[in-house]
């Protein structure tokens, strides 16, 4: 057994992590012959690896440092919440100060009358807990056979076997038996993919209507909720036509179907308000909230709800619960992100600085010959490459051959900006500051010059 010293050469690290670490959403052979990249420090927006490199996280971790990095607040409350109280459970009449005020907390950040929640130690567990919530609540009304939940092509809700099927990915479906019985999965608002020759307010609306569909062709007395994030992430940050949503509301309005909006993504400022709901205008009864609540600091999750549904909940014993529900740790660590965010005024700043500005020089990047389309909500952006623009292509080459080749490049000058597909896309922190955007963008750039060069002489274009 090799005792891990700050000395270690980054070889050895990579050898050690190769025999003994296996990587999530990883090809774990190939990754073991290239070795990982050792990441040793972060502070604000930046990186360090263990070769000293200095690397811009344009995705803050897996989009969910929002506040940036290296806020020692969050280390201290951390301490002292271990060790005043550093477990107790929440399952058996009892109850702990950092939980009660932070669900207290998200209450009153939260819209309209969603003042419950229900906490997991992540995404994933959060969207466990919406299923069997949304079916159980249906049950408790009389309704025991509305618990189909319609869901997205390319959604992405998560990775344990119950968020995993209510995700839309068919490459994770593939693989271990997904989905579980009773979710069924209507199209993406993506017109750049899908659209066709439609115009993408008609496109919007189409797509919107599949979910009407589906319910008549299921059954109204089969379906107990849509869920969807008000913008795609992991699918390739798809901003949907703004016909969309409205017309979503007016059918689950409609078929009184429950609306669960999974904000893990973009809740805690990612659109610029608390919530995406706020900024597209949604009126969920459920939200899915992790990542950003904590700035990745500590693990946690939830399910936000609305008094309607908790009401029905709380009528009896709901037979459900994680370990580290309300972990007190994790939900001081938590509230006190939240205080950063509000008394700092850091949505005021990606409202009024940081967002206008990256959007205007994201947007730019579509006179850049590979990019077709530039999309960008608040601080989320994709663009789409393409071979070309004007019939909006695809590469001849399997999908991800050249985002892949792209990602590679921002790598290797120091920029995390991750491929979907074809897709570019960033999710940076929010505070972001103007000189760190013209950073991000020449970084870009200059990855997207040598992607070009490179598949040029590739023969991929
Ligand atoms: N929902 C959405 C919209 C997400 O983006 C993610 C994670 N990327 C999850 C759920 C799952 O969260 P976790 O990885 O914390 O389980």
């Not at 206008?356 to 909500?377: Q, R, T």
């Not at 991750?418 to 929010?430: A, F, K, N, Q, T």
């Not at 500051?433 to 991929?460: F, H, N, V, W």
């Amino acid at each position: 057994m090799s005792t891990i010293t700050n000395h270690m050469p980054t070889e050895e690290l990579q050898a050690l992590d190769a025999a003994h670490h296996m990587h999530p959403f990883t090809a774990n052979g190939e990754l073991a012959q290239k070795g990982a990249r050792v990441i040793t420090r972060a502070d604000g927006v930046t990186l360090t690896d263990s070769e000293g490199n200095q690397i811009l996280d344009a995705m803050a971790g897996l989009w969910c440092v929002n506040i940036g990095y290296g806020r020692d607040e969050l280390a201290d409350v951390a301490a002292r919440q271990m060790r005043e109280l550093p477990y107790y459970n929440t399952f058996f009449q009892t109850t702990h100060r950092p939980a009660i005020e932070l669900a207290q907390k998200i209450a009153q950040l939260a819209p309209g009358d969603l003042n419950n929640v229900f906490f997991a130690g992540s995404g994933s567990e959060a969207n466990d807990t919406n299923i069997r919530m949304v079916r159980h609540y249906w049950a408790l009304k009389g309704k025991p056979s509305k618990s189909i939940i319609i869901s997205r092509k390319n959604a992405y809700h998560g990775s344990s076997v119950g968020s995993g099927s209510l995700g839309g990915m068919s490459a994770m479906h593939e693989q271990g038996g997904l989905p579980i019985p009773d979710v069924h999965h209507i199209n993406q608002p993506n017109w750049w993919a899908e659209g066709g020759d439609m115009s993408p307010e008609d496109f919007g609306i189409a797509r919107a209507q599949e979910l009407e569909q589906a319910i008549l062709e299921l059954g109204e007395d089969r379906v107990a909720a849509f869920i969807a994030e008000p913008v795609q992430g992991a699918g390739g940050v798809i901003v949907a036509p703004d016909s969309y949503w409205p017309e979503v509301q007016k059918i689950c309005d409609k078929y009184e179907i429950l609306l669960i909006a999974d904000e893990v993504i973009c809740g805690f400022g990612r659109t610029g308000e608390w919530f995406g709901s706020q900024k597209l205008d949604i009126r969920p009864d459920i939200m899915t909230i992790a990542k950003g609540l904590s700035s990745g600091y500590a693990p946690i999750g939830g399910s936000v709800v609305s008094d309607e549904v908790a009401s029905v909940i709380a009528q009896s014993e709901f037979n459900h619960g994680y370990t580290y529900s309300g972990h007190p740790v994790a939900a001081a660590v938590a509230l006190e992100n939240l205080r950063i965010l509000e008394e700092e005024n850091i949505l005021g700043h990606v409202r009024d600085v940081a967002a206008p500005y990256l959007k205007e020089k994201w947007e730019s990047l579509v006179a850049h010959p590979l990019v077709g389309e530039a999309k960008i909500v608040g601080m989320m952006g994709s663009i789409a490459l393409t071979p070309h623009k004007e019939s909006r292509a695809a590469f001849a080459a399997e999908t991800g051959t050249v985002g892949y080749i792209c990602r590679e490049r921002c790598f290797a000058n120091n920029l995390v900006m991750r491929h979907v597909g074809d897709r570019m896309i960033i999710s940076p922190p929010l505070i972001l500051k103007p000189e760190e955007i013209d950073m991000l963008m020449d970084r870009a750039l200059t990855s997207l010059d040598e992607c070009y060069a490179q598949i040029k002489a590739d023969g991929l274009l």
